[in-house]
């Protein structure tokens, strides 16, 4: 596994406030795989949700791969993300307080081939918060571009 496959979800960090962090995995096709190693993965929206003490991701868009013929998967569907019990009824009593979410935050290839997807779970900033981490972003970049 030469490839190092991790894309990000910029934008949860920015709407959310991230306070836990689980690694999952998540049930694919055949075709579902071989467009997330090609890199073709989109956040746009995507949020976790339960479902009789399942827990499924919805809106990530997988693209369709273009080599899959009659085998190939809906871009949009919802998946079935893979968890213990322990941390399905941990998250599951996180989530029914008011206010907290789950939201995708990479998907990646682990060293053992297998797509896993880490999940954050978030609470939505107010505007004085983005506009608070605009300030540090800015700073941190004008602090890196003058050592340079």
């Known amino acids: 596994m030469a490839e190092n496959i991790n894309i990000k979800n910029r934008s949860a960090t920015f709407e959310y406030a991230i306070e836990d962090r689980v690694t999952a995995g998540i049930m694919l096709t055949g075709s579902e795989i071989k467009s997330i190693r090609a890199g073709r993965v989109s956040f746009n929206d995507s949020y976790c949700y339960f479902d009789d003490g399942e827990l499924w991701v ?16 809906l871009a949009t569907r919802e998946r079935k993300l893979l968890l213990t019990r322990k941390e399905l009824r941990k998250w599951l009593n996180k989530v029914k307080e008011k206010g907290y979410t789950i939201v995708p935050l990479s998907v990646f290839i682990n060293e053992n081939g297998y797509a896993k997807v880490e999940l954050g779970l978030g609470k939505g900033k107010k505007t004085y918060d983005k ?3 605009i300030k540090t972003r800015d700073v941190e970049r004008e602090m890196k571009r003058y050592l340079k």
């Open 58 to 73: 919805k809106s990530l868009h997988i693209a369709e791969y273009a080599n899959a013929g009659y085998a190939g998967h």
């Open 131 to 133: 506009r608070e981490s």
